[in-house]
Structures are given as C-alpha cells and as structure tokens.
C-alpha cells in the first residue's frame, strides 16, 4: 500500500472520528442542557436516558459506514473497530469535560438534586421491593436510603466518579465496536 493511500486512509479517519465524535457529543450535551433548563426529572426518567444510551449506541455505527463510503466500500477489521471507538472516546472526553463544568461549576448542587429525585422515583415502588433494597444496602430507614442515594449521585458527579463513569462506558463501547468490526469489515480483493 502506498503512503498516500495511508495517509488518505488517516485523514478519512480523523475527518470520520471527529465528525461523529461531535454528534454523538451533541446528544449528550444536548440532553444534559436540555433536562437542565427545562425539566430535572429528565436526568433520572429511564425512557430518556435509554433513549441518549441507543443514539449513543447506533451512531457509531453510522461512523462505520461513513468511513466505509469514504473508502471506497472498504474497511479492515481495524479500520471498522477505529471507526466506532475513535469518536466514542472523543464523545467520553468532551462529554466528561461537560459534565465536571456542568455539576462543579455551574450548579454543585444539582447531583445533591439528582440524588433526591432518584430516590422520590424509588418511592413508587412497592413496599416489598423498597424493603428488600433497605435490606440489600444495609440500610434500616428511608432516611437513610434518601441520604445514600444523595451521596451516590454526588460521588458519581465528582472527579473519580466520572473517570470510572467513563471508563465503564469505554469497555462497554469496546465490547459493542469488536462485534461491530467483525460484522462491518469487508476487505479489498487481493487481485483485480
């Protein structure tokens, strides 16, 4: 292979990574801001959250094909595995740093909020079901579960709890771009 075809490989990669990293940051961003500015209760409402956690899924798959359209039909195992991973670790980073900006800085006590708003959805529970979380978490009252919920959401609000956050969220994304790759790749023919 020639050094111009590589580094015509490279630029449609970065164009490819940087592209939809943005996007799937943008939902990201997006959803934050909006739940923010509109409505709380959308941080912990599950169909919203499921929803950002498919586009977050399905557009890297969208980046496969991109680059694949880029590259004349073609992408390698590891070409088809970059162009998935590439823009989900730039969306992890821009939307950490979103995040660190969004709980640290421009409003601390909104995990605090978050926290108490998980715990009021766990409050629609049935009695038996709330008992047996009391019971699994080694709590003895509500007030209790209400103060560990509060904290929880604090602790993943901070530095750490964001690294680990978004370190879950890489493995997981690994685990999804290899059967991605395997199912997306599709190689020159060796002679034409």
Same mark, same amino acid.
């Given at each position: 292979?020639? #050094?111009?075809?590589? #580094?015509?490989? #490279?630029?449609?990669? %970065?164009? =490819?990574?940087? #592209? ?6 943008? @939902?990201?961003?997006?959803?934050? $801001?909006?739940?923010?500015?509109? +409505? ?7 169909? *919203? =959250? ?15 094909? /991109?680059? %694949? %359209?880029?590259? !004349? ?6 070409? *088809?595995?970059?162009?998935?991973? $590439?823009? @989900?670790? $730039?969306?992890?980073?821009? !939307? ?12 601390? +006590? $909104?995990? *605090? ?13 049935? +009695?038996?079901?709330?008992?047996? =979380? ?8 509500? +007030? ?13 609000? /901070? ?8 370190? =879950? ?13 395997? @199912? /997306? ?8």
């Amino acid at each position: 292979m020639s #050094n111009n075809k590589k #580094n015509i490989m #490279n630029e449609n990669m %970065k164009k =490819t990574a940087l #592209n939809f990293g943005l996007i799937i940051s943008a @939902v990201g961003i997006l959803f934050s $801001l909006t739940a923010y500015v509109i +409505d709380e209760k959308l941080f912990v409402n599950p169909i *919203a =959250t499921i929803l950002v956690l498919v586009l977050s899924v399905v557009l890297p798959f969208f980046a496969i094909r /991109s680059y %694949k %359209k880029l590259n !004349n039909g073609f992408a390698s195992f590891r070409e *088809a595995f970059s162009a998935f991973i $590439l823009p @989900v670790i $730039l969306s992890l980073f821009v !939307n950490f740093l979103f995040n660190m900006l969004l709980h640290n800085v421009i409003d601390s +006590d $909104l995990s *605090a909020r978050q926290g108490a708003m998980a715990f009021e959805g766990m409050m629609d529970m049935p +009695d038996e079901q709330l008992e047996a =979380t009391l019971s699994i978490m080694g709590l003895e009252s509500m +007030d209790e579960l209400e103060s560990e919920m509060i904290k929880k959401t604090k602790e993943g609000a /901070s530095v750490v709890g964001s690294l680990k956050s978004s370190a =879950t969220g890489f493995i997981f994304f690994c685990f999804i771009g290899l059967i991605a790759a395997a @199912v /997306s790749k599709k190689n020159p023919p060796e002679f034409e």
